[in-house]
């Protein structure tokens, strides 16, 4: 997980589907025990910019996070099986399922809040060869 990657996705808002170019990079510390994340992604008429923390211990995740261009924070848990972190994310006026699974130099993020302004966003991500 640790680096760079980059990828094509879509996101949902206001009902309207748009393509995103998204960037993202993991700074993974502690004995793989903690990761610094942070996704950018754009497309014609919005914008994101995540950036978060998170700790793993006994199968549980934690952590924060905070979104700029929309001025947004609050916290993650969730669970790692399989290859796959599953989390609820919420915030002041948020909430949202995510999933991130990563196989190889492959990635999957999907995020779905049904009934908010955005409700939907997926990323494809593939490994770059940028160390951040």
């Known amino acids: 997980m640790k680096g760079a990657w980059s990828g094509p ?18 700074d993974v510390k502690n004995n793989d025990l903690t990761v ?14 995540l950036q978060g923390g998170l700790n793993y211990v006994n199968g549980s995740v ?14 993650i848990s969730g669970t790692i099986k399989g290859g796959v972190f599953r989390a609820t994310v919420t915030g002041a006026h948020f909430a949202a399922l995510m999933s991130v699974s990563t196989r190889g130099s492959s990635q999957s993020v999907v995020i779905d809040s049904p009934g908010s302004q955005i409700s939907s966003v997926t990323i494809s991500l593939a490994k770059s060869g940028r160390s951040n």
């Open 36 to 49: 610094d994340l942070h996704i950018r992604c754009a497309s014609d008429s919005y914008k994101f910019d």
């Open 62 to 75: 934690t952590g924060h996070w905070s979104e700029a261009a929309n001025g947004t924070a609050g916290a």
């Open 9 to 26: 996705g879509s996101i949902t808002v206001n009902g309207n589907k748009e393509r995103l170019r998204c960037r993202a990079t993991y």
